[in-house]
């Protein structure tokens, strides 16, 4: 039996009132809340280009620019995020809070590395490709929605009007 790492146990809420103080005073929090949109705006364009791709062979070039390009935003977001969780939970990653989105998010990002892994060196050709991109891009739907999830969360905590009713948006 080796040692085994139990999934971190959840306080009631998301954030202590220290951390609340350093997440609202951090600019990293800002980059966060510009950089979540502008990555969703790319991989609603990669994923356009990337069906038409799939669907009529036309647009490879595209395509790729655009997979790369969300991959760039992709690591953007994740160095600046543990940054972020560094100096609001003193971790860089896998913070209680923020537990199992980072797990997920790896799984994001080793998709996204093996998208452009396979485009460097020409595996599975085109077509595969572009079929990893969108699991990787099936495995970013999932990690946004948790990042929403929590999002909503932490607005509801803060007691923040817009939390209050199911038609809220979700942007802090």
Not at 50 to 60: K, Q, S
Not at 116 to 126: F, H, V
Request: no cysteine; proline share 2%; charged share 15%.
């Amino acid at each position: 039996m080796g040692n085994k790492r139990a999934a971190p146990t959840r306080t009631a809420s998301l954030y202590t009132s220290e951390q609340r103080s350093r997440r609202d005073a951090s600019a990293w929090t800002m980059v966060q809340g510009i950089l979540a949109p502008l990555q969703f705006l790319v991989f609603l364009i990669s994923l356009g280009l990337v069906l038409r791709y799939l669907f009529t062979g036309a647009g490879l070039e595209a395509a790729t620019i655009s997979v790369i390009i969300k991959t760039v935003v992709l690591y953007t977001i994740m160095v600046t995020g543990a940054i972020w969780e560094k100096v609001v939970f003193g971790k860089y990653l896998f913070a209680d809070a923020f537990f199992w989105e980072d797990v997920v998010s790896m799984l994001v990002i080793a998709l996204h590395t093996a998208y452009l892994a396979a485009w460097l060196w020409g595996w599975g050709g085109p077509r595969v490709q572009m079929l990893i991109a969108l699991a990787a891009y099936a495995t970013y739907v999932v990690n946004a929605g948790q990042f929403l999830l929590k999002l909503r969360m932490a607005r509801l905590e803060s007691g923040h009007p817009s939390a209050l009713s199911a038609e809220s948006g979700v942007r802090a």
